[in-house]
């Protein structure tokens, strides 16, 4: 079993990395949110990330630099959140009985398989909208286009499985930002309490902006 310290240490990490994480998710919401703004708005956005840093940084060099710290952090979180899974089994050999079970069985079982969701959704949307890969329009310097032709109304299945891994992200923040507050002191009846208002908001708030653009889409307000 871990020292105690250590697990105060890897859980006080854990906390700043998915808050790290949880930054850029909004980020990446309000930018995605300019699709309302029309067609020239959002590509010159798109194409405004391109350029952030320059003349100091070749074009694309700070999407790179975001791309690993972003890499780094999520690694870190999946790799902490295991081993702090296991301490605590190791630490409880005797299942409980009783209500406290059940929540905390829950609990775990929505970070663990929305955890798994999330990094599939990561993978496939990196080879849809980055890469092009597996996006129908997948022509570089046209994002607009591109989210048009991913989220079309004939290809229902990908706004579905988008719908379902947002609302996994949702559910695995509000869990994770409420064990953030407490991680990072707030430990008192009004603070947790605080703490899950905040946690459930912020979780609503980007399931919302998330699931807005591509319900726009399917409904014909973004074409």
């Known amino acids: 079993m871990g020292h105690p310290r250590s697990s105060v240490v890897l859980k006080l990490v854990m906390a700043v990395t998915g808050l790290l994480l949880v930054a850029f998710l909004y980020v990446h919401m309000i930018g995605n949110l300019k699709i309302f703004f029309g067609q020239e708005t959002f590509d010159h956005y798109a194409h405004w990330l391109r350029t952030i840093g320059t ?18 952090a999520a690694i870190a979180h999946i790799v902490i959140a295991t081993v702090l899974a296991r301490r605590a089994r190791r630490a409880r050999p005797v299942r409980y009985a009783h209500r406290p079970k059940v929540q905390a069985s829950y609990a775990a079982r929505t970070m663990r398989w929305g955890g798994v969701i999330i990094l599939l959704f990561v993978i496939y949307h990196i080879l849809d909208l980055t890469t092009g890969t597996l996006n129908p329009n997948g022509a570089p310097g046209q ?9 079309d109304p004939s290809r229902w299945y990908v706004t579905l499985f988008y719908t379902l891994s947002i609302v996994a992200v949702g559910f695995h923040l509000r869990h994770g930002i409420w064990s953030s507050f407490r991680t990072l ?11 899950k208002a905040v946690a459930l908001v912020l979780s609503v708030v980007l399931v919302v902006g998330y699931l807005s653009v591509p319900f726009a889409v399917l409904t014909g307000l973004v074409d």
């Open 143 to 151: 994002p607009y286009a591109n989210v048009v032709a991913d989220f």
């Open 185 to 195: 002191g707030q430990q008192t009846m009004r603070g947790q309490r605080i703490g």
């Open 55 to 72: 003349p100091l940084l070749p074009n694309d060099w700070y999407l790179w630099i975001q791309r690993f710290v972003l890499t780094v």
